[in-house]
Structure formats: C-alpha cells, structure tokens
C-alpha cells in the first residue's frame, strides 16, 4: 500500500476535521473577509485613500440617522466637520445614503477592472466617515482597504520568497546531507539566532525603507524558518519504507524529491505559511509603526497606527481601526494555522 | 493595620507634590542638540542649551530691546567704524580663566576664522576686521565701512564667550563640554536622551534658583505631552494644535502662547532639475493653500507669510504671497513640460519634530501638489542627520525641496536675508541652501549692511525682498507661534520670541502659593 493512496483516503477525513473547527471557521471567516477587502478595494472604500480634506481632520466615526428629513425611513448622514479651534460642527441638512453609487473612478488589478462603482456613497455634497477620519481628513475605512491590498501583497510575497528559497534549502540539506547540509544549517543557525523582527529591521536598513524592501526582507527573514521546517520532515521522511522501496526500484533523485518526499511534507509546510502570512503582516506593520515600512500617504496599517498614537488623547479612532484590522487579520491566519495542524495532524483520527 | 495602610496613602498622596518640588526643572525639547559649541550650533534646541552656559556681549531681550550683557557700557567713534566696548570685571569661566578682553578677541576672531568654518561667520566677517585689546577689559572692535546691525550680531548665541583654556585644550572634544560664564555649567550630555546643566554657584549676576536643568528630546508630540502632563517634565515644547485645548482645561498646566520670529518654508534646491525652472517652483507655490495649512494644520497658530522674514523685524514690509491657484499651478507646469502623461516627480525633505506640526504640513502639502498632478514622496530624517543633508556642497547635494524653519533671532533684517540669500552664503559656507544667486540682490544686500540711515536700509530691505519674492527661491509658508505647556508650579519660565527657552530666572513655587 502506498502512502500516496492513503494520503488520499484520509483527505475528506482532515477536511471534515477542519470544517467541524468552530476556530477554524472564524479564522476562515476573517481571512475572507480581508481578501474580499483586499479583492475589491476601491469598489468597497468610498473614497481615495489619500484625498485629504482640512476642513475634516480627525472627524470621529459619523452617526447615521434612520430616520429622514420628513420621517420617511432610510439611512441618512449629516455633514461633519471641524472649525479651525478644533471644535465639531454638525450641518442640520440630512443627505441620503446609498448603495451601489457611482463616485471617483478607480482602476484596480493592474488596469484590469475599471469602474467608478462604489459599494455606498452620499447623494450630496457631503463624505460620510464611516470609522472617521485621520488628522488629515482621510477616510479611515477607504485607507484600511487599500491598506487590506498592501497588507496581503506583503503577506503573500514574503511567504512566496520563504518558500521559493527555504522549501529547496531544507529538501536539499535533507536529503543529501553532508557538506552542504553543513554549511546551509549554519548559515539558517546564524539567521534564526535573531528574532524575526530584528532581522526584517536590520535588512531594511540595509536594503532601504519602502514597500518593496520591506516584503523582501520579510519574506528572508521567513527562509530559515521554512529551511529547517522542510529538513526536519526531509530527515524522516528518506528514512521510510515507501522512499526506500522507490529508490530500490531505481527512481532517480529528482523523482524521489518531487513525487514521493516533497507531497508527504506539504503538511507543515501549509500550517507553517499560515502561520507565517500572520508574522509577515505583523513584521510589515512592525517596521511601518516604526517608519521604516511603508512611506506616507501610503496606506500601511502600522503606518496609520503609528501616526494615530499622536492622536490617542484627542481622537482614539485614528488609532483603534488600523489596530484592530492588523489584530483580526493576524488573528485570522493564526487560527486557520492552528486548526490546519490540529487537523492534518496524523496522530488524530 | 488599617492606620498603616491610612499612613500608605497619605505617603503615596504626598509623593507627587515631593517631586513637584524636585530641585531639577525637566525641560523636553523636539530635538536633540547637535553640537554645543556656541559658534557651530544652528538650531534652537542646541542654542537654548549653549544660551543658559555660555553668555553673549549684549542680549536681546523678550520685548525686542538691545541692552549689555557681558559688556558695561560700549560707545562708537563719531564716524562708526569704531566700537569701543568695555566689559564686565571680575567675572571668571566655569574653569577658573578670567574672562576678559583677551578672551572675547580669541572668541570673535574664532567664529570668523576659516578653519572652523562657522555657518555664523557671516555675522561679523568682512565687517569687522580688527579686534583690538586696549586694556585687560576694553576692545575696540575696527570696520572699514559702518556696519548697521553689529550690536545686533552681538546679541547673537554663535557669538557667545567661551573660555578660551577649554577651547584650546578640548580641541573637537569642546563642543561636547561647552565652558562659559553663564548662571549653568555644562554637566553631562546623555546623547539622544538629554543634556544636564548644574546652577553655577559663582555666577556674576542673580543666581538662579533651580539647581539642575534637564533639556530632553523627546521628538514625538504626544510623548512631550503625555510628559508634562504625568509630571515627569514640567515644560513642553510645541503643542499640537489639537493638545491645546484639552491641557488647558488641566488646572496643573498652563499652555503659554508666544509669537515667534521664526519663518518656515520650503527651499528649492536651484542648482539642478527640475527647480533650476522658475515655472516649476512659481507652479509649487501656487499649488499650496497656506492659508488652509495655517489655519487646519496648525490650528490656527501661525501666520501666512508675506515676506522672507516676519513682523515685529527691523526691515519687515509685506511684500506678497503667491495665491492659491491649482489652475495656474497646472499651467505653469504643462509649460514646463511635465503633463499627467510625463508628471512632475519629486522628494520632499521634511523634519520630523523640530517645527510645529512639521511633517503633517509637508503631508498636507504633498497631498495638495498631487491635486495638480506632482507626485511628491516625502523623505525624513533625524535632525543632525538632516541638517547634514541640508548642508552638502552643490555636487554632493542631493535635496531637491526640503523644509526649514529660519529665526530672526537678532530682530534685524539682515541676519534674515543676508544669511539665507546672499550667493556668498551657499551651503556649505552658510545657509543659502538652494545654491539661489542673482548679483542684484547681493548688490542691496550689501548696500544695506553698510547703510547707516534706517530709513534707507528699510527701503533696501523692501527691494531685497522684492527681488526675493520674484525669484521664488522657497515655498513662503508661515510665521509660527511658540506653544508651550509649563506645569504651574514653575514661575518665571520665559519663552523668548526667538525660540530660546529661559530657565535662569525660573523657580518652583511652594505648595502654599499654588
């Protein structure tokens, strides 16, 4: 019998497992919802996330009204906004709110979607600051999107570069062993004896701030992890009959690694890349929060939390949003990880 | 057990009013000083440090008068080319020198010297050209030509007497351990964290009575705030418009508003592209809304310039601001060449801290360049760093538009503009930072430098900047205010209109008279 065909048969088995996780249906859930956000940010933000508006700075998150001018129900906003003393002065007109309005043009996928379709808008001259907005007078819900876009291009190329080069040091260094694998274990030894974070800040000030530098040094900072994960399995894996019985058969090495090794250690690979989407976007917003990620006006979660803590006293909602986007995100891989091990886990079931 | 824990309470209770009355005064800065050799400092922070060690020969006081500090009395020669100053006696540095006319002759010839390369050089070099000791406490300082402002440039911090012993023996190491005869002594400089003055027992003058001073940098706003409200600093600088009215509603903190002299702008780096275009900077210009910045940004206070230097100047007249326009804005740049096809790319250097709201007035003058199609990334840095940046000669010099703020801080025009646009000035020689040079205005610059009559050097100023406004070296922003929270129980803090903060005469008061 080959591991392969029992691969297979337990497969609904773990899927079964996972779905009857109420943990992992809420980290499901979360992460959902961030790639729909991140999937179709401009349709959901009603404004541009960097159009800034004096007259609105550090606008708390607006209330609407259920009731119209004349009673009649439907949802309804008021004009807000602050005078030079900093006071807030609320307009007495109520503008409807709708959905599904035409508003700014936006181009989104590289060009590939083009629209001036936004999910709500106001039907008058005044913005509707669903979560406020920044000292800036930028709306916080259109930045958190676009930053939703940000948050998991950093994720997902950081998570691509940890894999491309940890996934083949660490089958290499398994499965041969000897001078290479001496010489990579020390060189991933070396990398892992700094905290993550220390590192993704040590190559940022090397390579320079930005987004692009900061999803490169995420994503080698996340190389030994993925390096030592994969020898590990490696190490046991060459080990078992099913290798041993292909290689007798004369499999040539290549073979061995791709069909037979590599397949049977995708497990902790996969928990592992949750998990690691997680740190990726925290380590992201780390070295935003510190001024060595993203520049502004860009929209980096850490980045508004960062600015929003010079606000925590006059306007906490500056900070609050981008915090707690950045903590359900992280929540959310965490905890899809965690299910992901507990149900792929050979042990169980 | 329950008078025990009573006997707790009032101990924790009576903790805070113990500390309040801390023989330190905990003063948090925006920055760090850079240097504190009087001379070399360039900032305000670092010349608020050096002002409490190292005195000057005559001050400029808070409301705007020119009297003698570490001069008696001083007369000129009927034709001014003289001025004969006759100091102070008995008078000793923190080190025991005597201070005297030896010491202020090595001083003032220090500052002009070309091996220190002083950015204040200006002030007296070319001007005066002769320092002569009369007698152990008289000098007679010679200039081929009146020169108007030269009480004036005495006032001046980079002018201050340092103790020419340490000085010559210290070496580099002296801007570390600044030696003078001011009310402080330099104690012990914590880089980053803060700088630790102790009272000087012998000084001449009223002593002070705070015993230690403690100049912080605290760069965040909100931390300075959140320090001066806990107590653990009992003066901050700059609070943010949005702080203001919330410490003020706090009946332990007091929010101090003083004008200031100083003027803040953008400069443009004219020595290369694409500001080398007159177009270019003239569109900058128009496509910022100050009076919006002043008004939203910094709530209020400060003030649209309308000239290169402020009011209340000897030399100010209004000369104009360039309006918000974003539609001659665009124009100028499509004539300059740069369309929504092939748009205007630019960096902008900002300091982070040193100014009020700094680095949200250049975001929200990044956000109005991008409404008539110039994409500006804003590039900070910490402000040794960034003055250094700031001051690269022309090859190395990699700025294009960068924001800083200029004080007149000795009340006279000329230390406004001669410093700032005299083409003698660029950087790295002084503080023409924009390599900005037209031979008409350094001919009236000079002029008014000798002039004797103040009704003539008011009108040479008034061409000076009019030349200034039509060549559009810098984005003319504002004057600030100076907002500071001083905790109540210091009395006689003085913020100065030159962004010097004054503690020699401060004290805490009692818990009784609070």
């Keep these: ?349 | 057990m329950r008078t025990k824990l009573l006997a707790l309470l009032a101990l924790v209770l009576a903790l805070p009013i113990a500390l309040g009355q801390g023989r330190t005064l905990i003063i948090a800065q925006g920055t760090d000083p850079t240097t504190l050799d009087a001379p070399l400092a360039t900032d305000s922070p670092s010349a608020t440090v050096v002002n409490h060690v190292v005195e000057t020969l005559f001050e400029y006081t808070p409301d705007g008068k020119i009297q003698p500090l570490l001069v008696e009395r001083y007369s000129f020669s009927s034709d001014r080319k003289t001025l004969t100053l006759y100091l102070r006696k008995g008078i000793k540095f923190h080190d025991g020198t005597d201070f005297n006319a030896e010491a202020v002759k090595f001083n003032l010839e220090r500052l002009i010297s070309q091996e220190l390369a002083s950015a204040f050089a200006f002030l007296l070099r070319g001007r005066v050209t002769a320092f002569e000791v009369v007698d152990s406490h008289t000098l007679r300082l010679r200039m081929p030509e009146p020169f108007a402002p030269v009480l004036a440039h005495l006032t001046h911090s980079s002018t201050g007497i340092q103790s020419p012993t340490a000085i010559r023996r210290l070496g580099v190491g002296y801007r570390d351990n600044p030696v003078g005869t001011g009310p402080y002594k330099f104690d012990r400089w914590q880089k980053g964290q803060f700088v630790e003055l102790v009272r000087n027992e012998d000084y001449w003058g009223r002593k002070p009575a705070i015993e230690r001073l403690r100049f912080l940098a605290v760069p965040e706003a909100a931390t300075r705030m959140a320090l001066v409200e806990t107590g653990q600093a009992h003066v901050a600088v700059r609070v943010p418009p949005q702080d203001v009215q919330r410490l003020n509603a706090r009946p332990e903190i007091e929010v101090v508003t003083t004008p200031s002299v100083r003027t803040i702008f953008f400069y443009f780096n004219q020595s290369k592209k694409p500001f080398d275009d007159i177009r270019v900077r003239k569109a900058i210009n128009h496509a910022i809304n100050k009076e919006e910045i002043v008004k939203f940004v910094l709530g209020g206070f400060g003030r649209v310039s309308d000239a290169p230097i402020s009011p209340g100047i000897f030399g100010y007249t209004k000369v104009g601001s360039y309006e918000y326009n974003p539609n001659l804005a665009r124009q100028l740049l499509a004539q300059a060449g740069y369309t929504a096809q092939n748009p205007l790319r630019i960096t902008i250097h900002s300091p982070n801290g040193r100014y009020l709201q700094d680095i949200r007035v250049t975001e929200a003058v990044q956000s109005q360049l991008r409404a008539v199609g110039v994409q500006a990334q804003i590039q900070t840095l910490e402000w040794g760093a960034y003055l250094a940046a700031t001051n690269q000669p022309r090859e190395r010099n990699e700025i294009q538009m960068a924001m800083l703020g200029w004080g007149t801080v000795t009340g006279d025009a000329d230390y406004g503009l001669y410093g700032l646009f005299h083409s003698s000035q660029q950087a790295p020689n002084g503080f023409n930072r924009g390599f900005y040079a037209n031979p008409r205005l350094d001919r009236v610059l000079e002029q008014a430098r000798v002039a004797t009559n103040p009704q003539a050097r008011q009108q040479l100023y008034r061409t000076a900047m009019q030349i200034i406004y039509n060549d559009v070296p810098w984005v003319f922003l504002h004057s600030e205010q100076q907002v500071t929270a001083i905790r109540r129980e210091v009395q006689g803090f003085v913020v100065h209109p030159t962004e010097r903060l004054i503690a020699s005469g401060a004290s805490f008061r009692t818990s009784a008279e609070r």
């Design chain 1, 1 to 349: 019998m080959s591991e392969r065909n029992s691969s297979q048969q337990t497969a609904p088995r773990w899927r079964r497992r996972l779905l009857r996780n109420p943990l992992a249906i809420a980290g499901f859930a979360f992460i959902g919802l961030f790639v729909l956000v991140a999937a179709f940010a401009p349709f959901i933000a009603p404004y541009s996330p960097v159009e800034q508006n004096l007259r609105g700075t550090y606008v708390p998150p607006m209330r609407i009204e259920f009731r119209g001018p004349e009673g009649q129900p439907g949802l309804w906003v008021r004009e807000v906004s602050r005078t030079p003393l900093g006071q807030l002065e609320v307009g007495e007109e109520l503008y409807p709110l709708r959905f599904f309005v035409r508003g700014e043009p936006w181009s989104w996928w590289g060009g590939l979607l083009k629209s001036d379709l936004h999910l709500f808008g106001v039907d008058g001259p005044v913005k509707f600051y669903l979560l406020g907005a920044d000292e800036q007078g930028r709306d916080i819900l259109s930045r958190l999107c676009y930053g939703a876009w940000i948050s998991l291009s950093i994720g997902l190329i950081a998570v691509a570069i940890g894999l491309a080069v940890g996934v083949p040091v660490g089958l290499l260094s398994g499965y041969y062993g000897g001078t290479f694998d001496l010489l990579a274990q020390r060189v991933v030894e070396v990398m892992l004896s700094f905290p993550g974070i220390l590192l993704a800040i040590v190559l940022v000030a090397t390579l320079g701030t930005g987004l692009t530098n900061v999803m490169i040094a995420v994503g080698i900072a996340a190389i030994p992890v993925y390096a030592r994960l994969v020898r590990g399995s490696v190490l046991s894996l060459r080990e078992r009959e099913f290798v041993e019985a292909s290689r007798a058969l004369g499999s040539p090495d290549g073979r061995l690694l791709f069909r037979h090794i590599l397949p049977n250690a995708l497990s902790p690979i996969i928990v592992q890349s949750s998990l690691q989407m997680a740190v990726a976007i925290l380590f992201a917003a780390g070295l935003g929060f510190l001024g060595l990620g993203a520049r502004p006006p860009e929209p980096e979660w850490g980045l508004m939390l960062a600015r929003g803590r010079e606000y925590l006293a006059t306007a906490p909602h500056v900070a609050t949003f981008p915090g707690l986007a950045i903590m359900f995100v992280a929540l959310g891989f965490n905890l899809l990880g965690d299910a992901l091990r507990d149900a792929l886990d050979p042990r169980r079931g």
